[in-house]
């Protein structure tokens, strides 16, 4: 490989600097790049114009790299393979070989949009589950949750189908990272945030950022027929900041200031835990059974409301029973497999 690269004592000192940042670049990704450094790398590109042509020009004085730019600026596969076999690069495996064809179809080539991307994620109940994107955005799906992933038309959509999914979005101005649940939409605007449907109705939770509430009736059942010209048309129901918790249907019903530490409560179950603290033995309940498929009844009414705190792994039912009978003097009965009903002892 080749890395001389001749410049000019008159070359504009962005573009000097441009050619040395695209260096760089073609040696993290000779390297083998993860997802995250991938991502980096577009936006690196969609930056400056500058990034994108000095980036072909220094991959241009690779050792034969430039007859495979000219194959790759009209695409043709078995162009591509011939002029892989052609140049050789003994110096990468077949794995690089391949990145640098993906590079080059979304990158070298003239910019044609946002990587195209669809998926489904499911967790079942008691599962949780940590998923990684192509643009580096993760998602957290709590139990029993569904979520459908579409990124095209210059959009990153998701469709929030059922359950909980907490979004830590990559900054990408340019391609706008929604989330759809019936009739309402959620727009990240450098954000983290959490959305949970409750029956009918929605709660959204800001951790980082802040983000936009758009009415989107006419959205269809899936994500792929929207793009960025549906997302700035749309009404704006609101604008909720980090802190803020909010209950939505149509429209927003109501919006509170949640203090961080009740916040990291309400979600500890992203790092496996459930917490409560000072918290009605009913509301315990209804939490922890989205964890089971055992169905727990309180028999007594005047048990309900009683005070509950405890700190529990996820799915340890059985630690969370012991707790009530040692710590709080309730009665726990299996009557089988399916059922367990609490009462006063």
């Known amino acids: 490989m080749n890395n001389i690269v001749l410049l000019h004592e008159n070359d504009h000192p962005e573009r000097i600097a441009a050619a040395a940042e695209a260096r760089a670049w073609v040696i993290r990704l000779d390297g083998g790049p993860s997802r995250q ?3 980096e790398f577009r936006r690196w590109l969609d930056k400056n114009p500058l990034h994108r042509s000095e980036f072909k020009r220094v991959a241009e004085l690779w050792d034969g790299m430039d007859e495979l730019v000219q194959e790759l600026v009209f695409p043709d596969t078995n162009k591509i393979a011939a002029a892989y076999r052609r140049v050789g690069f003994s110096s990468l495996g077949a794995a690089a070989c391949l990145l640098l064809v993906f ?6 080539m003239p910019h044609i949009g946002h990587t195209y991307y669809s998926a489904s994620y499911a967790t079942d109940i008691g599962e949780l589950k940590e998923v990684t994107l192509p643009d580096g955005s993760g998602l957290r799906l709590n139990t029993n949750s569904q979520a459908s992933i579409d990124y095209g038309r210059g959009i990153r959509s998701v469709r929030l189908i059922k359950g909980e999914v907490h979004f830590d979005v990559s900054h990408d101005p340019d391609h706008p990272f929604v989330v759809y649940v019936e009739d309402v939409a959620i727009r990240a605007l450098g954000t983290a945030f959490a959305v949970h449907i409750k029956d009918d109705q929605t709660e959204v939770t800001v951790t980082e950022g802040r983000v936009r509430i758009l009415s989107m009736p006419q959205a269809p059942a899936g994500t792929d027929e929207l ?19 909010a209950i939505l249907k149509n429209e927003i019903e109501w919006v509170e200031k949640i203090q ?7 979600l500890s179950w992203r790092d496996g835990m459930l917490i409560f603290e000072h918290k009605p033995l009913e509301d315990v309940i209804n939490e922890i059974s989205r964890y089971t498929e055992m169905e727990i009844i309180i028999l007594d009414a005047e048990i309900k409301q009683m005070e509950f705190g405890g700190y529990f792994p996820v799915g340890e039912i059985d630690l969370m029973l012991k707790s009530l009978t040692e710590s709080f003097g309730i009665h726990v009965e299996k009557a089988n497999e399916k059922r367990i009903y609490l009462s006063r002892r």
């Open 103 to 108: 590079i080059g179809l979304q990158v070298i």
């Open 37 to 39: 450094e991938l991502a």
């Open 260 to 266: 961080p530490e009740e916040i990291e409560k309400q």
């Open 227 to 245: 793009g960025i010209s549906e997302i700035e048309l749309a009404d704006i129901l609101g604008t909720l900041s980090r802190g803020q918790q």
